[in-house]
């Protein structure tokens, strides 16, 4: 057994999902995560990288297992072990064309789920191997990275050869990635015939120009495929020339800025944030962002999030719980509840605290948007420590105060018996007299060191108040 095998359970009923977590720690895996929802399934594999998730397949939210694991897979290749307790043929049918390391009917015993855990660990071991062997590019640094990129990339050599390229870059075309690499950019790339005017020169020459948007992606099937390309680069260290990338973006796709395109309500929120310079954004029913304010933007560039993550769901980009969390997130959707919640933020040597608000939009009583929107009231908590910390100083002057008050009134009854007894004219015992003067000199002394902290503290909260 792979001691230490990192492993996610994504299970809705929390019981169930401890009393899994409980058997695969004694069998010696590491449980590093658990999600009750398809959506945090996903984010939860992008931010831990498990070596294998344990899947069940009827969940909460409007994504199920079978959903979510075909998106895992493609994203990441991390081997899924269904765990259901229906085995009808439509579930099975589904379940099957996801390809899934394993299935597991509810209940199971801790020995099928050793079994199926290892046989699923060494078969993806082995597929790697073999992938490793017949297309090393497509395990590269380099590939890693491209595949772990939501939006559709292509990494092209100097020479103009697609070099790297992601799942969803290659589905645009209907082609397999291991189709498309090693192949000239003119094998996917074109453009779509411009109309030359009547009167053009009949001179033809080699040189072709064809601008963003005028590229065309060329589809198995022969279709045509109007795109927009956005170029970049790709650095390898220092002193190695960079490689050239390219993010594909489909002409008049739904990912067009939801600004523009968003409801009137939206709009105008983002308007009223943006001039009251609190960062802000919308998340539909899908997790999709239906709109954002320029202050929201350059946060989520600080956070590491593109502009092209942010068109693609929020539970494929794992940097977004920087936000908030998707399970969070999801139970404001079904609950409709306004919600307000403070974050501390580490920027390096210093600390922010970062007001959440949480507001639902809805139609007919039912939820369809939520709006966050973030203030930084970092200020604000240090007044609100300040003045705590203040009042509690000023209570321990008072406390402090009081104990001088305290021993005075102590030390005043031995001090007061003492002289009657001389004005008096009583003779004193010699042993009483080294009983009172020691009582006193104790009272003393304790009266100084009262005073001396009293002292000292209130020098401490003069020089605070400056």
Known sequence: MPQGSKIVIVEDEMIISMEIKQKLNAMGYEVVGQAITG?????????????????????KGEMDGITAAKRIIELYDIPIIFLTAHSDKTTLERAI?????GYLLKPFKERELMTNIEMSLHKHRIQQRVREEKYPETLSELGKKISSVPSPIVSFSHGGII?????????????????????????LFGSEEIAEPEDAEMEKSDITFIFPDQVSI?????????????????????????????????????????????????????AITTAL???????DKGLMLAGHNPLFDELARKAGISEYMLKRPLYET??????????????????????????KYNFGDTIKFIEFTRIPLKKEGVTTHLVTIMEDVTKLRHAVFEAEKTRNDYASLYSQFEQIRELSAELRTPIQELLMKISGGMTLEKGYVLD???????????????????????????????
Not at 437 to 460: P, T
């Open 436 to 466: 009172m003067s020691e009582k006193i000199v104790d009272l003393m002394s304790k009266f100084d060191a009262a005073w001396i902290r009293y002292a000292e503290h209130k020098d401490q909260l003069k020089k605070e108040l400056k």
């Open 39 to 59: 959506e945090s399934a996903i984010q939860k594999a992008g931010e831990k990288k498990p070596d294998l998730m344990l899947m069940d397949i009827r969940l």
């Open 277 to 283: 310079k609190l960062p802000a954004f919308v998340i």
């Open 318 to 343: 794992p940097k977004f719980s920087f936000f908030g969390d998707m399970q969070d997130i999801q139970e404001i959707f079904r609950s409709g509840d306004i919600e307000r919640r403070i974050r």
């Open 218 to 270: 060329k589809h198995k099937n022969g279709t045509i495929i109007p795109v927009i390309l956005t170029g970049g680069f790709i650095f390898q260290g220092s002193g190695k020339p960079p490689h050239y990338m390219a993010i594909i973006e489909k002409t008049g796709s739904d990912a067009s800025d939801s600004m523009e395109s968003g409801p009137q309500i939206i709009r105008n929120l983002m």
């Open 163 to 187: 070099e790297e390229m992601n799942l969803a870059a290659a589905e645009i075309g209907g082609f397999n990635k291991q189709e498309l690499i090693g192949k000239p950019a003119d094998f």
């Open 97 to 101: 064309a996801v390809s899934p390391s």
